[in-house]
């Protein structure tokens, strides 16, 4: 009985796993919902470019209008642009949820749905290529609201204008520019 009863737990694990490895690739947030644009994979993919070739920058911080600008070398691209790839609609979870627009090498998604944090997704294609990615963010709850801007430029440049309002502490505005020698 006891032999029996072991094989039956071991069945079961076993289909278990098997049923459960099926399922988990369905799961995974890089799989694109749409067969979009995979801005998440084209971003992480120009990273690894740029740190390979390890250009100066000319970096510009403003914070509510008080400027520093300084040449840097970005040690990880990746993280520099990780605004930018966190924009992915890609998600199944947002499957359905933008319009797209489709025409004259303009790509555009529009949010269908007010919480939604992308609100707007602009690529704009030539000649097989990608000539910019604009991305406009917006967050708002009771206790605060932020909008971005986030402009790339493949191999030239990049820009992060945010405004944010916190209650009880005002607004506080960026705006980050790198620009690549």
């Known amino acids: ?16 796993g098997i049923a459960l490895s099926a399922l988990v690739p369905a799961c995974r947030p890089g799989i694109k919902n749409n067969g979009g644009f995979d801005l998440t994979g084209y971003l992480k993919k120009d ?3 740029l740190n390979k070739l390890n250009r100066p ?7 509510n209008g008080v400027t ?5 070398h970005i040690a990880d691209w990746s993280s520099e642009l990780g605004l930018f ?3 992915d609609i890609n998600k199944p979870a947002f499957k359905n949820s933008y319009q797209v627009i489709d025409e004259d090498g303009l790509l555009v998604y529009k949010a269908k749905e007010k919480d939604l944090k992308v609100r707007e997704l602009i690529i704009k294609r ?8 604009l991305i406009y963010n917006k967050v708002e709850n009771p206790l605060y609201k932020t909008t971005q801007k986030l402009t790339y430029f493949p191999d030239s440049v990049y820009r992060i204008e945010t405004v944010q309002h916190v ?3 005002g607004t506080n505005t960026y705006f980050i520019q790198g620009i690549l020698k």
Do not use: P, Q
Request: proline share 0%; charged share 20%; glycine share 8%.
């Open 1 to 16: 009985m006891f032999w029996y009863k072991t094989k039956l737990k071991t069945a079961i694990v076993f289909i278990g």
């Open 47 to 49: 990273a690894a470019m």
């Open 57 to 63: 920058v000319d970096k510009t911080v403003t914070h």
């Open 68 to 72: 520093e600008t300084k040449t840097v």
């Open 85 to 87: 790839i966190d924009a």
């Open 126 to 133: 030539t000649g097989g290529g990608i000539r910019y990615v």
């Open 167 to 169: 209650k009880l502490l």
